[in-house]
Structures are given as structure tokens and as C-alpha cells.
Nanobody, 121 residues
Framework: VQLQASGGGLVQAGGSLRLSCAAS????????MGWFRRAPGKQREFVAG????????HYGDSVKGRFTISRDNAKNTVYLQMNSLKPEDTAVYYCADTVKVTKSPYDFGSWGQGTLVTVSS
């Protein structure tokens, strides 16, 4: 499975961006899609995840109430709507898929190439 992340860019604090992650196909292992981010000098952080089949969602504590993950099964695409962005949201954002609900990056198999989000103050 190939994942293509897009939608990053430069935005002012308080602004919004929507990231997309398009999967080339879905397989039996494509059960849960997650978004992670890595800021300079920091470890990968779980941002949000969604179960493809039923749409159950999960969020990291730092983005709850500001970010929303959704999916379009027909397009094999997952979205991350990011509102009320803060400078500390600046990071490279990655999408990845796995066979189970998890927040550990080590459980995810296929990874997209990442898209840079920069939030200016």
C-alpha cells in the first residue's frame, strides 16, 4: 500500500489547514489509519486515528477539540482538518496504516512521505 500525504503549508496562528492522505489501495491490513507528526528535535507524536470501516476516531491530547480526522472510503482517502493552529503544531505530518487500533508508531506498517506544516506566530 502506498500512502500519499498532501495539504501542508504555511499558516498563521489561529488558522486552518486540511491534510489529505490517499491510499493506493486498501488491503486486509488496512484497518486503522493514523496521523503522526514529528517536530524538530522531538519524537513522533500520535495526532489522530480512524477505523476505516466504522469511522471510530481517536486523538492525541494536544489536538483534541482542534483537529478532526475523517475518511472517504470511496476515495481511499483520510483527511485531517486542523483548526486553531498553534506554533507548536509546526511539524512534518505523516499518515500510516495498521491492522489494529493503536497509538504506537511501531505498530504501523505503511507510511506516507510526510507533509510539512508551519504555523507562524
Amino acid at each position: 500500500v502506498q500512502l500519499q500525504a498532501s495539504g501542508g503549508g504555511l499558516v498563521q496562528a489561529g488558522g486552518s489547514l486540511r491534510l489529505s492522505c490517499a491510499a493506493s489501495r486498501r488491503t486486509s491490513s488496512s484497518y486503522y489509519m493514523g496521523w503522526f507528526r514529528r517536530a524538530p528535535g522531538k519524537q513522533r507524536e500520535f495526532v489522530a486515528g480512524i477505523v476505516w470501516s466504522v469511522g471510530t476516531t481517536h486523538y492525541g491530547d494536544s489536538v483534541k477539540g482542534r483537529f478532526t480526522i475523517s475518511r472517504d472510503n470511496a476515495k481511499n482517502t483520510v483527511y485531517l482538518q486542523m483548526n486553531s493552529l498553534k506554533p507548536e503544531d509546526t511539524a512534518v505530518y505523516y499518515c500510516a496504516d495498521t491492522v489494529k487500533v493503536t497509538k504506537s508508531p511501531y505498530d504501523f506498517g505503511s507510511w506516507g512521505q510526510g507533509t510539512l506544516v508551519t504555523v507562524s506566530s
